[in-house]
């Protein structure tokens, strides 16, 4: 017997689709206490809620040592971040809103959503592959293209990247981002990176320079420019 969809239900396989895809694609396992954690629920609960998922066939699940969807739960949950990333863009390309603002209110909104109006939303976008993130956003049915991205601690010194992913969406940190016009889109190029003393130097819009730390560095995926037609 399947579950009603309901937005704990989505919350919980959002959260382990996320993990998953942090592990870089692999098999493994999602640690129940990682699970805990990222949902703000003590173990326990976790662990009675990936029951009854694992009952309705939405995960798998080993006791003591994790959790990953089935095939199920992993199509419900990227139907999920479908409807999260369209209400991002949404809210920031029609409603006007800033792009560090968006991702509370898409959250409550991704749970009353309709499919049909998900689907409007999205054409009247013009079918975009990317939220004001750069997160990429699932299809219609649950599939996702993620390119092979780079971050400014591993791509090569003195090329030309586009800035196309941000994974920290901290309203602190985007408000820094978009100060520094480091926003998804941007042509930049990294000049030197200095390990030692926790920095990188890029070369932004308008030959603007910008410092930034290791840490922020890390949480910036790029793309050669080459590669973006």
Wanted: with cysteine.
């Amino acid at each position: 017997m399947h579950l009603i969809p309901s937005s704990t239900v989505e919350n919980y396989l959002k959260a382990i689709y996320k993990a998953q895809a942090a592990q870089d694609g692999s098999k493994r396992l999602v640690p129940m206490g990682q699970l805990a954690v990222s949902l703000g629920v003590v173990p326990g609960t976790a662990t009675t809620m990936v029951k009854a998922l694992a009952d309705s066939g939405l995960v798998d699940y080993e006791p003591y040592a994790g959790v990953r969807l089935t095939a199920a739960g992993q199509k419900l949950a990227a139907l999920v971040l479908r409807r999260h990333r369209l209400m991002e863009l949404f809210l920031v390309k029609v409603l006007g809103m800033s792009w560090t603002e968006v991702h509370d209110e898409a959250e409550r909104l991704e749970h009353a959503a309709s499919d049909q109006l998900i689907d409007r939303i999205d054409k009247m976008l013009g079918r975009p592959s990317t939220d004001p993130h750069g997160d990429p956003i699932p299809n219609s049915e649950g599939a996702v293209t993620t390119p092979e991205y780079q971050t400014l601690l591993n791509c090569p010194l003195n090329t030309t990247v586009v800035l196309t992913r941000v994974t920290d969406q901290d309203p602190e940190f985007l408000r820094f981002l978009e100060n520094s016009e480091l926003t998804p889109g941007q042509t930049i190029c990294l000049e030197a990176r200095n390990t030692a003393a926790d920095h990188v130097f890029v070369r932004g819009k308008g030959n603007r320079p910008v410092v930034i730390g290791l840490r922020a560095a890390e949480k910036l995926q790029v793309i050669p420019a080459k590669n973006v037609s």
